[in-house]
C-alpha cells in the first residue's frame, strides 16, 4: 500500500486521528466528570448529554474512519502489534461500557438529572470510561513504538502468542 | 546563540536517560497525548459556548469556571511532560520549524487566554456583544490549533 510511503498524506491522516482523539476525549471526558461529580454540578445530566454527545459522534465517526486508513496502511504489521490488540480490546470495553451505561443507568436519568452527585451505577460508568478511554490512547500511542515486534527478537513465547507472531522464534 | 543550551538540555541527565529507554519517550508522550484531550475538552467546550453551541443555557462564565481547573491542571500536565519529551530531543527541536511554530502560538494561546479572554467572560461581555464572544472563541480555537499542528509535526520532522 502506498499510503505509508507518501510524503503527506499518512502524517496529515495521523493528524486528523489525533485532533479528533483530542476533541472526542475531551468532550466525553467533561460528561464522565459529570457523571462523577466532578465538573458542571449545576448543569442537569441529560442536558450535558444532549449538547456535547452529538460533537463526540461526530468527531468519533472522524476518527474511526481515519484509523481504518492508518490500518490499511500497514496491515499485517499492524495485525501482529500487540499494543494494537490492547486498542482493540480496550475500544470493545469502551463500548460496552457505554451500551451498559446507556441500556440502563441512563434510562431512568429523569430521577437523577439534577443530583450534584449522581448514583453510584453512573458514578462507576464514568469512572470506566475514562479507565479505558485512557488506555485506549496509551496503547493507540505505543502501536508506533512496538518494541515487542515479531521481527525484533527475542521475544518470550507468551509476548510470541499474544502479538499473533507467524515467523519462527529466533531462539530455537 | 541558543544552540548550546539545545545541546546541554539534551546532554542532560534526564535526556539521556529518556534516550537510552525503548519504553520512556512513548509513555511521557502517552501522558501528553492524554493531557492534550483533556485540555482540548476544557477549551472546546468554552469556545463552542461563546460560538452558540454546546451548553447554550448555561452562561459562559458559568461554563469557564467549571472548566478553568481542568484547563489548568491539563496545562501543567502538558508542560511538565512536555519539557522532558523536549529534554530528550533539544537539538531536534532547535532545527525543527513546526517545534519554534508550537512555541509562539503557545505563548501567544496562553496570554490570549488568560487576559482578553478571561477579561470577555468575566465581564459578561459576549452577552453584550455576541460577536466579540465570537470572535475571542475564533482566535481562541486558532492558537491552540496552532499549538497541536505544531506538536504533531515536530515528530514527522
Known amino acids: 500500500m502506498r499510503l505509508h510511503e ?28 459529570r457523571l462523577l461529580g466532578w465538573t458542571m454540578r449545576r448543569v442537569p445530566v441529560s442536558e450535558m448529554s444532549r449538547r ?6 461526530v468527531a468519533f465517526v472522524v476518527m474511526v474512519l481515519s484509523g481504518s486508513l492508518l490500518l490499511f496502511a500497514i ?24 451500551w451498559i451505561f446507556s441500556s440502563r443507568v441512563y434510562r431512568r436519568v429523569e430521577t437523577w438529572d439534577l443530583d450534584a452527585l449522581p448514583p453510584r451505577a453512573a458514578r462507576v ?7 479505558l478511554w485512557i488506555a485506549v490512547i496509551v496503547s493507540g500511542r505505543m502501536i508506533a513504538y512496538n518494541w ?25 | 546563540m541558543l544552540l548550546p543550551f539545545f545541546s546541554w538540555c539534551e546532554h542532560s541527565w534526564i535526556g539521556q536517560t529518556i534516550q537510552g529507554s525503548v519504553w520512556l519517550f512513548p509513555v511521557i508522550e502517552s501522558i ?8 482540548a475538552g476544557a477549551v472546546l467546550i468554552v469556545d463552542m459556548r461563546l460560538l452558540g453551541f454546546g451548553l447554550r443555557s ?5 461554563v469557564a469556571a467549571n472548566a478553568r481547573p481542568w484547563m489548568i491542571g491539563s ?6 511532560s512536555g519539557i522532558l519529551l523536549f529534554l530528550s530531543e533539544a537539538t531536534k527541536c532547535y532545527y525543527s520549524f513546526p517545534f519554534w511554530f508550537k512555541m509562539s502560538s503557545l505563548a501567544l494561546a496562553i496570554v490570549f487566554t488568560f487576559t482578553l479572554k478571561r477579561r470577555v467572560i468575566r465581564q459578561n461581555l459576549d452577552q453584550r456583544y455576541p460577536l466579540l464572544g465570537k470572535a475571542t472563541a475564533i482566535v481562541s480555537l486558532g492558537l491552540w490549533f496552532g499549538v497541536a499542528w505544531g506538536g504533531r509535526w515536530i515528530g514527522f520532522s
Not at chain 1, 499518512?10 to 466528570?33: K, N, Q, R, T
Not at chain 1, 456535547?52 to 459522534?57: G, Q, R, Y
Open chain 2, 58 to 62: 448555561q452562561s459562559a462564565e458559568e
Open chain 2, 32 to 39: 501528553h497525548l492524554v493531557g492534550l484531550g483533556v485540555i
Open chain 1, 125 to 131: 460508568a464514568g469512572a470506566l470510561s475514562i479507565a
Open chain 1, 6 to 33: 507518501s510524503h503527506y498524506a499518512y502524517p496529515l491522516i495521523e493528524s486528523v486521528h489525533v485532533w479528533c482523539m483530542a476533541a472526542f476525549f475531551g468532550l466525553a471526558l467533561l460528561f464522565d466528570l
Open chain 1, 148 to 172: 515487542f515486534d515479531c521481527d525484533t527478537q527475542p521475544h518470550s513465547a507468551i509476548i510470541r502468542s499474544l502479538a499473533g507472531c507467524t515467523t519462527p522464534d529466533s531462539r530455537n
Open chain 2, 75 to 80: 496545562l501543567v500536565l502538558m508542560v511538565a
Open chain 1, 52 to 57: 456535547l454527545l452529538p460533537w463526540t459522534v
Open chain 1, 75 to 98: 496491515p499485517l504489521r499492524t495485525y501482529q502489534n500487540i499494543f494494537f490488540r490492547t486498542k482493540m480490546l480496550m475500544l470493545a470495553l469502551a463500548g460496552l461500557n457505554v
